[in-house]
């Protein structure tokens, strides 16, 4: 049976109650935690560092950490952001002078590594990646801010993803990023997502229980259709 993750990105949260929120978001039903990280020079925002994911697994989080890497360079942040405590890191193709010797480095730090897309970036860069690699992060938005809305040409884009997952034998978990409502969730996850990100759309809500449900519900819908064919 098909599984979808739901990822909530804390970028979007109250930072005043960091840990209070995203505890309070995985009790609600969230399955991981999407940790953006940006720096004001790859993209234009600046938001945290491995100290904040340090704090909030001493805060008692203990759910599987996804890290975003919006940064450039990447290389000299992820033992900092393994050692702080992450499962997965993943960075944009265009960060890295040496993509190839990048992915070692977060591996050889025990994380899972993963390939960040912008919406511009083509699939044609995942050729000779796909036995390095646990996850794609597509983009449906351009990185940088919380809140924009979903880019309709990223459809396509995700299942052309899907399908060169489906074909090349490898375990890689296909990740969607941007613009994830509940209206769209099920359109989605239809196309090949596994992993859900959503920040605002559920972080706006003063019912974290009640949305995740209503997203669950759609997911719920594809996984039955998913099934029967």
Request: aromatic share 6%.
């Amino acid at each position: 049976m098909r599984q979808f993750l739901l990822a909530p990105s804390i970028i979007a949260a109250d930072f005043a109650r960091l840990g209070e929120d995203t505890a309070k978001v995985l009790t609600a039903g969230a399955d991981m935690v999407h940790f953006d990280v940006m720096d004001n020079h790859y993209v234009p925002n600046l938001t945290i560092g491995p100290l904040v994911l340090k704090s909030l697994r001493n805060y008692g989080i203990s759910a599987p950490i996804d890290v975003h890497l919006m940064v450039k360079p990447v290389d000299s942040l992820i033992p900092e952001f393994a050692k702080a405590g992450s499962n997965f890191i993943t960075f944009h193709v265009e960060a890295s002078e040496h993509v190839d010797r990048t992915l070692q480095l977060i591996k050889a730090n025990g994380c899972k590594a993963g390939i960040a897309l912008n919406p511009a970036t083509p699939l044609s860069c995942l050729e000779y990646l796909m036995d390095k690699i646990d996850i794609i992060l597509l983009m449906s938005v351009n990185p940088g801010f919380s809140g924009q809305s979903f880019i309709s040409a990223s459809l396509n884009k995700l299942q052309k993803a899907r399908n060169l997952i489906d074909k090349c034998g490898y375990n890689i978990l296909l990740e969607v990023d941007g613009g994830i409502k509940v209206y769209n969730i099920g359109q989605v996850a239809a196309a090949g997502a596994d992993i859900l990100v959503s920040g605002s759309a559920i972080f706006d809500h003063i019912n974290y229980k009640q949305v995740i449900a209503k997203m669950r519900c759609e997911l719920k819908k594809v996984q039955i259709l998913y099934n029967e064919s």
